[in-house]
């Protein structure tokens, strides 16, 4: 008997066996998560005009403050403020708010000369903003992010209900030259297309800070950022993770709503960046992790797997690549309707090979973290 031969047929069907479960997987996930998003038409929101108050954390922003915050405080809205939480910067930011605040009324400035922040990150300073708000609709961005027109609050704000407390958006990068650029906007796009998705299916999970809003009730009433003060990020994800739930949230994607912000200029300024966000992955809910990490594992046997069977080259050869063709093009597919919604462009091609590159350096990332945490915000 070829002992050498059936257990080279037994590895091979369990090979097999793994291929078929994660591309079902993730052929479930392309086509029934991810798909909500891709084919997302949205409602006509009845037209309000609610007090919004957009608060803005700055530390060391004098020039993105200086081109972007008119370009707030110029809004097509009626009734609204802007404050901005100077968080002991040691440039002229203090000096150009007051200037600011000589022809903008709306603008009001919160000024820490002292570094009072116990808690190092940028939770305390927003939500000192959040408090001095005069509003309920409270709509967070960035000092670097400019909104896309002059109808961004109103576009925003109009998700707001009875039901509706929090309301996620789009925080684009602009598109500019380099390989650099275009990885950030592909991890952008990505990281949109799942939150938005699960926030279509009723698990909303995530926000981020560069467009998002939400209800100072609803801050008040979960007792802000209390429960994870001492992690240093996760204002935006981790708030959003504990109190989002299927009928509270809403998400806005249209050109109006979204911001744009630059990307990083240098690998090492976005492997900061990106160490900074993975700290907080490992505090989501179970069922945000279950999820996501469903998700990935799959991804990966399915590579693992694909790559194994197709040394092989044995009958199964054309059968296994037809298929990893066929969740090739459902993900080529999706991505290119999401495209379209977030109207980004000129990724699609090299997908594939993001994929590749993500699939080595988030573990990367991952490793450096266990090793070494990161400890600053700005």
Known sequence: MNFEFIANDYYNNIFLIIFYSTLLIQLIYFWFIFSKLAFYKKKKNTEQYLPVSVVICAKNEYYNLEKNLPLILEQDYPNFEVVVVNDTSDDETDFLLMQLSKNYPNLKTINFYENVNFFKGKKFPL???????SYENIILTDADCKPMSNQWIKSIQNNFSDTVDIVLGYGKIKEEMGILNSLIRFDTLSIALTYFSFALI??????VGRNLAYKRELFYKNKGFISHYKIKSGDDDLFINKVAKKNNTAIEITHDSQTVSYAKRNF????????????????????TKFNLGLFSVSQYLFFI???FLLIRADNTFWVVLSLFIIRLFSQLFIYKKVMLKLGEKNLLLAIPFYEIFFMIFNPIILILNSIRKPNKWK
Do not use: L, N, V
Not at 127 to 133: F, H, K
Not at 279 to 287: D, I, R
């Open 127 to 133: 939500s000192i903003g959040i408090r001095c708000a």
């Open 305 to 307: 797997t694909f790559a």
């Open 268 to 287: 090492s300024d976005w492997i900061s960046q990106k160490r900074r966000h993975y700290t907080t992955g490992k505090y989501y809910k179970f069922s």
């Open 202 to 207: 009723g698990k909303p999970y995530m926000g």
